[in-house]
T-cell receptor, first 116, second 112 residues
């Protein structure tokens, strides 16, 4: 079974530029999550999708971050414009149902973003 | 709001030593509790979980027991190996969304 795929693995940009990350969850998983992991910290949820609807985006800085999951499968997270403090690893995860707190989330390898 | 607190690292042990990584949580309701591990150069992967009070999760020689009375989920292993060197994250999932709230992570280094 293929795992969660993410691309690119690494990205370096200048501040005020834009960047996009892509995630393809495990086949059949209804719920998709984007987390931000700053160096030395645990991951923090940015946004959660159930199929193609948003369940939770309360921690997403909506003035610069956007995300979509148009067909309920893969997803794109965008930052425009980027700030220095956006330097982090962006993790995508998926789970079979998700709205049950007992479900296991499966994580992709992450995209390491460096903003100069 | 809900939160998770882990013991600070790094933790450095010799091979075959006993490991404990402390984790305590604050949550409304009845969360599920998880330990995730991140090996060098790899993504986060589930190590074990417990979904209700007094449950014990176990995997690869690691164990953790869900203690509601002390709001804790400490990770233990009787004899660590060099290959256990990694960053360990305690997390909880509460409510109906399945959202995970993570601790800050504890780095374990095992020396031969």
């Amino acid at each position: 079974e293929a795992g969660v795929a993410q691309s690119p693995r690494y990205k370096i940009i200048e501040k005020r530029q834009s960047v996009a990350f892509w995630c393809n969850p495990i086949s059949g998983h209804a719920t998709l999550y984007w987390y931000q992991q700053i160096l030395g910290q645990g991951p923090k949820l940015l946004i959660q999708f159930q199929n193609n609807g948003v369940v939770d985006d309360s921690q997403l800085p909506k003035d610069r971050f956007s995300a979509e999951r148009l067909k309920g499968v893969d997803s794109t997270l965008k930052i425009q414009p980027a700030k220095l403090e956006d330097s982090a690893v962006y993790l995508c995860a998926s789970s079979l149902v998700g709205t049950r707190g007992t479900d296991t989330q499966y994580f992709g390898p992450g995209t390491r973003l460096t903003v100069l | 709001g809900d939160s998770v607190t882990q013991m600070e690292g790094p933790v450095t042990l010799s091979e075959e030593a006993f490991l404990t990584i402390n984790c305590t949580y604050t949550a409304t309701g009845y969360p599920s509790l998880f330990w995730y591990v991140q090996y060098p150069g790899e993504g986060l992967q589930l190590l074990l979980k417990a979904t209700k009070a007094d449950d014990k999760g176990s995997n690869k020689g690691f164990e953790a027991t869900y203690r509601k009375e002390t709001t804790s989920f400490h990770l233990e292993k009787g004899s660590v190996q060099v290959s256990d060197s990694a960053v360990y994250f305690c997390a909880l999932s509460s409510g109906n969304t399945g959202k995970l709230i993570f601790g800050q992570g504890t780095t374990l280094q095992v020396k031969p």
